[in-house]
């Protein structure tokens, strides 16, 4: 993984696990064939408030840290699954029951993933 790609993808760990984000898994893209972004962090909440609170320390610590706003942010209206893009990186964060539903890791299940372990 580039060295700015990496300094963004530990940037967006740090503001999900402010608020106690859990399954953080980093998918590294770089390299593959019709990806537009070169890295996934996916994780979930606990609930459409904690979503929103991962979603909003993310901004907010990738603004104080990085000095970097995202591109686009969808799904805000149902906090089930928030999508963040920073053009490098896209941060996904879901409800578990949507998690499982879309299935991100296992569509990407070629890419080397980094799974994180959680913090209590």
């Avoid at 593959?32 to 972004?37: A, F, L, S």
């Avoid at 000095?67 to 964060?93: L, S």
Wanted: aromatic share 6%; with cysteine; hydrophobic share 40%.
């Amino acid at each position: 993984m580039k060295e700015n790609v990496k300094k963004l993808t530990d940037t967006v760990v740090k503001g999900i696990q402010e608020k106690k984000g859990r399954s953080i898994n980093i998918v590294d893209l770089e390299g593959m064939e019709g990806v537009v972004t070169q890295a996934f962090v996916i994780c979930e909440g606990g609930s459409p408030s904690q979503v929103s609170a991962i979603m909003d320390s993310v901004e907010e610590t990738m603004r104080k840290d990085l000095k970097e706003k995202p591109v686009r942010v969808a799904g805000v209206e149902n906090c089930i699954w928030v999508a963040m893009d920073y053009v490098d990186v896209m941060v996904h964060i879901f409800l578990p029951e949507a998690r499982d539903f879309y299935n991100l890791e296992e569509l990407w299940q070629d890419a080397p993933t980094t799974v994180l372990e959680d913090i209590d």
